[in-house]
């Protein structure tokens, strides 16, 4: 039975793991949980899958938990606190395979010292490598340690590899629902609400990442993603807008054949083929049933309308701290137009403008990538007063 | 340089295939090449390849093909005449890899011999894993032969199995065009001229094809290819409508997860998978061009109108020597319906009433199965001599 910690347990992730762990029963037994202010869920997953260690936020958290739990017949797990709790989760000797599905930033150093410590990491934490793909996939190929994507795009291009060798692929290919603007107009973007904005065509999701789909920095980010983990050029990483989200992506060969992946719109899928991998198993989840399929279309995606995107490229070709510094800055302007502070059509103009005012360096240590992050966030900060200042 | 041999030289799959050969210039050289009647063709091809020997129908083709050459300044082929002729092409010593590319049951014995020489053979005669599946993949296991598919629906489920462990594949998924009566009612095609019928929304090819597209008999046949091309079972073995003819075929893996092959529609793609396989060359074709597509769709084929499809499942079903009666029956009824004398719903007919009066047995010898197929066509002249007489 091979032994699994989850950063981000009480997440959608985190929760979808939980019952592929619950499906492939016997497979798999988890040792560690890490999560964040939801204790109650915590307690109950602590029930259900007894693990040896848990992490929370804050001692708050730990006495809110105990209380919970402390009556519990079965074994009652440790419980550690904070960033040194979740890095303890991360690097848990018996886990063989670490889950990395916390939000943003707070994932970062553990699943950096998962990757140290020669373990799986079934990613789903995006920011990771968009922050710090090349130290991460360098830890990787260090410690002997493998990067399994659980996002739905590059596990699709992750099957899609299987069997062909990289230098035959021409690109890859990753589709994009295009979310919830792609039939706008640019004015009606600029005067999106917050509701518009959270309806994803699609695929059911957080709020931070439901909005970088609208504004196709979700695509943006994936785009660095999967520069790293396949090690392909900003080039040869397309972007096809697919609204049925069906086909989770494509690589096209040298010799023009497309090979893609497709499949239901649910998480279980990629998160179960990252933990079996290379064994496929049987799924919970129905197959996808042609017959009821409506039309798959494609179309290119509109960088004009959706800046957002290019920004992502862009970021991706200067390299270094850049990426990061795209990502700092994106993640203050969402919360800021979730916050109802900004306008969607906003997001894109605070990313750039701080873009503009960063001097790329080389992302190669981890004080360099979080200072970037630091200071991209304050400078990003600083805009968005302006921002309001001029409003 | 690797060495082919080519049987069916001069129709559509083997001009491509001389195509393909100018395109990787250097990479492959065209030993022998097996022709029909097309003299005119075949002598030019000896100007452009220079093959070593040729083989042609009759000796009155010889001396027709001889006029045509026998000034030509390069070296002058061996010519060989008839069935022995095309076992000669099949079997050329230097030859690593043959293109199976005749129409029916007279590649059937040089494409066996080819495999007994341990040839890889590109197979685009279908027939022959028709007729004799059991016999032709024995022989390549004998004898450590390669068959590499050229149809374009096993070419894709070819690439999509690649890293991929067959007990891990829940289905193999033909995809169809569905032909021109897919919209149409029964008696539409009960109606249907020869014009129509030869009218394919997606593909060009020969007339036989054709017809075998228009009745789904086409995909019938496929679903048996496949059987033995991939070793799975009957009822492991779908078929799914898909007009555009842009995804060529697909996996459905136990977890869910679909593979699919894509591409522009056009025969090179195959025949360079099969001849550069395992390795992949750069392609004369454009790519697949996503921006341009139409919306790709799929529904469930209608056995009840084209019930050739459920008549191949059944032979398959049933083994033996029937899949051998259910192709011979076919051909036969095809060509009358080309020749006007019967409608196009009375092929399903002819070869059912063939296949009711056949009693299968084990198809492990050459013998057997070709005495089964001459029975078949007598029994389906037959039946369609009673049908005339019926009218």
């Not at 985190?14 to 016997?26: D, F, Y």
């Not at 063989?96 to 990757?115: E, M, N, W």
């Not at 994803?200 to 970088?212: E, L, S």
């Amino acid at each position: 039975m091979k032994a699994i910690s989850i950063l981000g347990s009480t997440g959608s992730i985190g929760c979808n793991t939980l019952k592929v762990v619950e499906h492939l029963a016997g497979e798999f037994r988890v040792v560690a949980l890490g999560a964040g202010k939801n204790m109650e869920k915590l307690a109950e997953q602590i029930r259900r899958f007894q693990p040896e260690l848990v992490a929370v936020e804050t001692e708050e958290c730990a006495e809110d938990l105990l209380r919970r739990i402390s009556n519990f017949k079965s074994r009652i797990p440790k419980i550690e606190i904070g960033a040194t709790g979740l890095i303890r989760v991360a690097t848990h000797e018996q886990a063989t395979t670490v889950v990395s599905a916390t939000v943003g930033a707070v994932g970062f150093v553990p699943t950096l010292r998962a990757l140290e410590a020669g373990k799986r990491v079934a990613l789903a934490n995006k920011e990771t490598l968009v922050m710090a793909g090349e130290l991460m996939t360098e830890a990787a190929r260090k410690n002997n340690a493998e990067i399994l994507p659980v996002d739905s795009e590059h596990n699709a291009l992750h099957q899609c590899l299987r069997g062909e060798s990289s230098g035959e692929v021409r690109r890859l290919i990753l589709t994009a629902s295009g979310g919830p603007f792609r039939t706008k107009s640019k004015d009606d973007i600029e005067n999106a609400t917050i509701e518009q904005a959270l309806n994803h065509p699609t695929w059911n999701m957080g709020d931070k990442i439901t909005i970088d789909c609208a504004t196709l920095m979700n695509k943006g980010l994936e785009v660095i993603e999967a520069r790293w983990l396949f090690d392909f050029p900003a080039d040869e990483i397309a972007v096809v807008v697919h609204p049925q989200s069906v086909v989770h992506s494509m690589i096209e060969m040298i010799d023009g054949s497309i090979i893609a992946q497709m499949g239901v719109t649910d998480m279980r899928h990629a998160i179960q083929y990252a933990l079996t991998f290379p064994l496929r198993k049987s799924s919970c989840l129905p197959p996808l049933d042609f017959a009821k399929l409506s039309h798959l279309t494609f179309e290119e995606p509109d960088l004009e309308k959706f800046p957002c995107l290019a920004l992502a490229y862009r970021a991706l070709k200067i390299g270094g701290t850049m990426p990061a510094t795209l990502n700092a800055a994106n993640e203050i302007a969402v919360q800021a137009f979730l916050d109802s502070k900004i306008r969607l059509s906003d997001i894109p103009k605070i990313i750039e403008s701080v873009m503009n005012e960063h001097e790329s360096q080389p992302a190669t240590s981890l004080e360099v990538i979080l200072e970037t992050d630091a200071r991209a966030r304050k400078q990003a900060i600083i805009k968005l007063d302006k921002n309001a200042a001029a409003d």
